[in-house]
């Protein structure tokens, strides 16, 4: 167990339409990051965020966009899904002293979307 | 700057070695290793930090070339418990974006009786 919680663990949406993933951190952890793996791919890395803000971003369109909250729980939102989306989604949070250097990452179970 | 694994896959039989190898053409602050099992998340094999330095865990260790911005992972007599797909993630600098962790495709090793 990493202390890192995501839900839903599956879904299925159709093309077009929006979804919300949450991710609750370990707790302590102040930088969380969202990574996208197709079946049979590494993690093609989203987004991260530290202390509530972006700092850093992948190859992926705006209609993927995050929030990190106090508590540093974090959601990742898709607008107007494509089939391409389907994947696993996962979430990884670490601890970052002042948001610098590196660190262990810890990752949940994932959210597997499915797009119709 | 997504970094490049060698090989793609490798299949073993139980007390053999194995080396797979991430290599990447931009200067690197760290190299990470992770192992993910079928339908279940990456865990946490070892980070390594330019210099050189070399970490193990149990009978897996890493090296880290800086100068060619080369890691490999060397898996000694291997266990069952070994297979699965093993992700090299990079980190170009220490912090903001440079501190973003981009993974590797993977390396699929099976560990046979």
């Known amino acids: 167990e990493t202390g890192v919680t995501q839900s839903p663990t599956h879904l299925i949406k159709t093309r077009g339409q929006q979804v919300t993933l949450r991710c609750s951190s370990q707790?302590?952890?102040?930088?969380v990051s969202w990574y996208q793996q197709a079946l049979g791919q590494g993690p093609q890395f989203i987004f991260q965020?530290?202390?509530?803000?972006?700092?850093g971003r992948g190859n992926f369109p705006p209609r993927f966009s995050g929030l990190q909250f106090p508590n540093y729980s974090s959601e990742l939102n898709v607008n107007a899904l494509e089939l391409d989306d389907s994947a696993l989604y996962l979430c990884?949070?670490?601890?970052?002293?002042?948001?610098?250097?590196?660190?262990?990452?810890?990752f949940g179970e994932g959210s597997r979307l499915t797009v119709l | 700057q997504q970094p490049v694994q060698s090989p793609q896959a490798v299949i073993l039989r139980e007390g053999e070695d194995a080396v797979i190898n991430c290599s990447s053409s931009?200067?690197?602050?760290?190299v990470h290793w992770y192992r993910q099992k079928h339908g279940e998340a990456p865990v946490f094999l070892m980070i390594?930090?330019?210099?050189?330095e070399q970490k193990g865990h149990e009978k897996i260790s890493a090296s880290f070339n800086e100068k060619k911005q080369q890691s490999s992972l060397y898996l000694t007599a291997s266990q069952l418990s070994y297979s699965g797909t093993y992700f090299c993630?990079?980190?170009?600098?220490?912090?903001?974006?440079?501190?973003?962790?981009?993974f590797g495709k993977g390396t699929k090793l099976s560990v046979k009786p």
């Open positions: 990884a949070s670490r601890h970052l002293p002042l948001g610098l250097g590196t660190g262990e990452l810890f």
């Open positions: 707790s302590g952890h102040n930088t």
């Open positions: 965020y530290y202390r509530e803000e972006e700092n």
């Open positions: 931009k200067a690197l602050y760290s």
């Open positions: 390594l930090l330019k210099g050189g």
């Open positions: 993630g990079t980190e170009m600098g220490y912090g903001g974006s440079q501190g973003n962790l981009i």
